[in-house]
């Protein structure tokens, strides 16, 4: 049966007609579908777990246990569960073990572009690259019957334009393959000696997989002109077959890691000119130059941001169809948190107390963009808490004004340990956790702080102001950031307090479905001075019309926060419509 499907809904259909049994992940934009296509699929157990590691440690007990297992993440989410990654390739699988990463060229979700292939290659683990979504869900059967065959976990390479772009797939039956779990303590058990006798293994395997990837038809000539080769990868290679057709011969590579020699070498003899064509980093052209070959890439290529049709057109001097030129300037249009996010009042708190803000990873990230400019730093997941523990030893006079904010889910990611650090270590520092009771950014997907899993029916739940305390914080208090005078008296008063304390703000996330909203508000124009004080909080549902403030009666969910800043009491609630 043919169907039109996303590249991770296509790699999720992998899974499933390969006798995938278990599922665990963190959701990262752009993964997050694979995990919640698969979830669809009542023969697959699936989680969401706290983060990467965790997912990823869960999957490998699951695969040791006989059963076909995956865990999914984003690039900086493998990061995170490197620390496994890197001792699996030791230890190789029991059942097949899949592992998805999903890059971001172009940053559209992340705060890097880092190149997974890199942890590939240092984890000495086979990759496969898909470039539609017919190869997600081949590539990802692949996976499995490599990862059994060469006792290895595989890495499914997946990037924001082949795990969103839609393309046509052929679904098969589902077929559930099983092994038995036998102990084997050498194999399985990582102390010194037993390692130091697995590391050979290793690399004999990584023998083998060359000579798999010389031979495997995931990685294809096609030969068109001989006058230029390229060797490329990914939606490169969909970009270099729209520019050239068959003008040019291709060797078009569906293992990314190791890569093949002498096919490579053999491709290189039939072509006058060799370039590379790859985003991110030459990884593939420095293979080529470790072989001898004289190759272009980056000289011509940039190393940064994803690439294009247009793009790769003009790097080889070729026209630019005026059909895909784009002439007029398209205006700006910055992120902005939603109406009625339950942040934003927190923030504005923030601002108005001129405090130092350490962020986190999530949708309050916005809190740094103007006009609140609340935010002076976001690093990676968990980071704000320690770096604010470190920011205040250092420098205790920033003790008083320098707060961290992380979101729930974030907090239960990778937060936890930096509140542990807080409490043993005793900075005086304010923690607050913005429990918006979802995880906002990638799509509301649920945490352990929610009482819901991944199919929204009830599971364990996380009291957060019972773990603050039982992790040795005295201070933990609950606000509602719809309630600025209450913000602000909470702030104030933790901020100086002589001891560790956590604040949460807690509002559901505006943009759930079972959120009920107040009425929008409505301007009195004859009360309104155009003072624009309503206009601090950059509600996208306010704007200045003929020198008055307006609501947006199709934006505003009713939150009120605008008028707590009115002095002169122009705004008021009204029924929608009237």
């Avoid at 991110?280 to 130059?289: A, T, W």
């Avoid at 004289?294 to 941001?305: F, H």
């Avoid at 702030?491 to 703000?505: D, G, H, R, T």
Wanted: include cysteine; aromatic fraction near 6%; charge should be negative.
């Amino acid at each position: 049966m043919k169907e039109l499907m996303l590249g991770n809904k296509a790699a999720a259909r992998g899974l499933y007609e390969a006798g995938c049994l278990f599922v665990s992940s963190y959701p990262g934009t752009p993964s997050t579908e694979i995990t919640e296509e698969a979830a669809k699929y009542d023969e697959i157990y699936c989680e969401w777990a706290p983060n990467e590691k965790v997912a990823m440690e869960a999957a490998f007990g699951a695969c040791l246990s006989g059963s076909r297992a995956f865990c999914g993440m984003k690039h900086v989410g493998l990061n995170v569960a490197a620390d496994p990654l890197y001792t699996m390739s030791y230890t190789g699988v029991n059942a097949g073990l899949v592992i998805a990463v999903a890059d971001d060229a172009g940053m559209h979700s992340s705060q890097n572009e880092q190149d997974s292939r890199h942890h590939a290659i240092a984890a000495k683990v086979p990759m496969l690259e898909p470039s539609d979504s017919a190869e997600s869900l081949a590539f990802a059967k692949l996976a499995y019957e490599i990862s059994e065959k060469f006792d290895t976990p595989v890495l499914l390479k997946m990037c924001t334009r082949i795990a969103h772009s839609q393309s046509v797939v052929e679904t098969s039956e589902r077929v559930v393959p099983k092994k038995d779990y036998e102990k084997n303590i050498a194999k399985y058990v990582m102390m010194p000696g037993n390692a130091k006798k697995r590391h050979p293994i290793v690399e004999e395997r990584t023998k083998a997989l060359i000579a798999f990837a010389e031979e495997s038809e995931i990685n294809r000539v096609e030969m068109g002109g001989t006058g230029l080769g390229i060797i490329t990868s990914s939606t490169s290679y969909q970009y270099v077959k729209e520019v050239f057709g068959d003008r040019v011969s291709v060797l078009k590579l569906g293992m990314v890691n190791p890569l093949p020699v002498q096919k490579i070498l053999d491709f290189a003899a039939k072509v006058d000119k060799l370039v590379v064509v790859e985003e991110l980093d030459p990884i593939i052209e420095n293979h080529c130059k470790s072989l001898g070959l004289t190759v272009s890439g980056k000289d011509i290529l940039p190393i940064c941001d994803e690439f294009s049709q247009n793009l790769i057109a003009k790097a080889f001097g070729e026209p630019v169809p005026e059909t895909r030129k784009l002439e007029d300037a398209i205006p700006p249009r910055p992120p902005v948190m939603c109406s009625g996010c339950p942040h934003r009042g927190l923030f504005y708190t923030l601002k108005q107390n001129k405090c130092t803000v350490l962020g986190d990873i999530g949708c309050y990230t916005l809190g740094a963009v103007a006009p609140l400019g609340a935010m002076e730093m976001t690093l990676c997941m968990g980071a704000s808490i320690s770096a604010l523990h470190g920011f205040n030893k250092a420098d205790p006079t920033h003790e008083g004004k320098t707060v961290a904010v992380i979101g729930d889910s974030t907090f239960m990611h990778s937060g936890m340990t930096g509140l542990a650090n807080v409490a043993y270590n005793q900075s005086n520092s304010t923690i607050i956790i913005l429990d918006n009771s979802i995880t906002g950014m990638t799509g509301h997907q649920q945490n352990p702080t929610t009482g819901y899993n991944i199919k929204g029916d009830p599971a364990g739940k996380i009291d957060l102001e019972a773990l603050c305390k039982a992790m040795g914080f005295e201070r933990v208090r609950v606000v509602d950031p719809y309630d600025l005078a209450a913000c602000d008296k909470a702030v104030k008063e933790e901020l100086a307090a002589n001891e560790p304390s956590v604040i949460i703000s807690r509002r559901p996330c505006a943009l759930l479905k079972y959120v009920k909203h107040n009425p929008p508000l409505v301007v009195d124009t004859d009360k309104c001075v155009g003072c624009r004080s309503c206009m601090r909080i950059g509600c996208p549902s306010i704007s200045i019309k003929n020198g008055k403030a307006h609501v947006d009666q199709t934006l505003c969910v009713g939150c009120n926060v605008c008028a707590q800043l009115c002095k002169f009491g122009a705004f008021s609630s009204s029924k929608k419509g009237e």
